[in-house]
């Protein structure tokens, strides 16, 4: 079983900055990094597929790059409805498997 | 509209059973592979069960082999998941999810229901 550690678990940012979110696998996932973006009391939304794969409608500031082990999501300018919970998933193998999550919360 | 509707929630014993129920509209049911993803109260996603879209392939956390089947229906585009010798454990929303391209394995989910809450207690 594969597994996602992301960090850090919290990220305290203002609007207007960078957010850098990271996501190792146990084991090499290629490029089969899927990232998602959770509000409470929501469902969980598609923003990345396969590392760097933007999905219908996510806007241009988010961003994914990585391959094999090491995965970066990217938010490059904070918007107010940025701050929520991230989370990575890997689709390399089964059994599918979720990252912790790290928390993006107003500074 | 393109939506997933869980249903099937509620109060169960340990040792007992639930079945959940996932309605699917606005797309082709039978092209796309389906999972079940769930969510103990206040921590992180746990992917529970997937099945293809010809519901031929299944697969299955560790944590609930043996004990949850996934299984679909085309003709009604309905998706279910049998839980049986239920665990406090289980305690969750249940998240139903659409992978996000047909006719392969493809498993992300750009689709999912809005859940719905299964609580083990006696």
């Known amino acids: 079983e594969i597994v996602l550690t992301q960090s850090p678990a919290t990220l305290s940012l203002s609007p207007g900055e960078r957010a850098t979110l990271s996501c190792r696998a146990s084991?090499?996932?290629?490029?089969?990094l899927v990232w998602y973006q959770q509000k409470p009391g929501q469902a969980p939304r598609l923003l990345i597929y396969?590392?760097?794969n933007r999905a219908t409608g996510i806007p241009a500031r988010f961003s994914g790059s990585g391959s094999g082990t090491d995965f970066t999501l990217t938010i490059s300018s904070l918007e107010p409805e940025d701050f929520a919970v991230y989370y990575c998933?890997?689709?390399?193998?089964?059994?599918?498997?979720f990252g912790g999550g790290t928390t993006v919360e107003i500074k | 509209e393109v939506q997933l509707l869980e249903s099937g929630g509620g109060v169960g014993q340990p040792g007992g059973s639930l079945r959940l129920s996932c309605a699917a509209s606005?797309?082709?049911?039978?092209?796309?592979?389906m999972s079940w993803v769930r969510q103990a109260p206040g921590k992180g996603l746990e992917w529970v069960s997937a099945?293809?879209?010809?519901?031929?392939?299944?697969n299955y956390a560790d944590s609930v082999k043996g004990r949850f089947t996934i299984s679909r229906d085309n003709s009604n585009n309905r998706l279910y998941l049998q839980m049986n010798s239920l665990r406090a454990e289980d305690t969750a929303v249940y998240y139903c999810?659409?992978?996000?391209?047909?006719?392969?394995?493809?498993?992300?989910?750009?689709?999912w229901g809005r859940g719905t809450l299964v609580t083990v207690s006696s």
């Open positions: 999810a659409k992978v996000g391209r047909d006719n392969g394995d493809y498993w992300y989910f750009d689709l």
């Open positions: 998933q890997h689709r390399s193998s089964w059994p599918l498997s």
């Open positions: 084991q090499s996932v290629s490029r089969y």
């Open positions: 099945i293809s879209g010809s519901g031929f392939n299944t």
């Open positions: 396969d590392s760097s």
């Open positions: 606005g797309f082709t049911f039978s092209s796309y592979g």
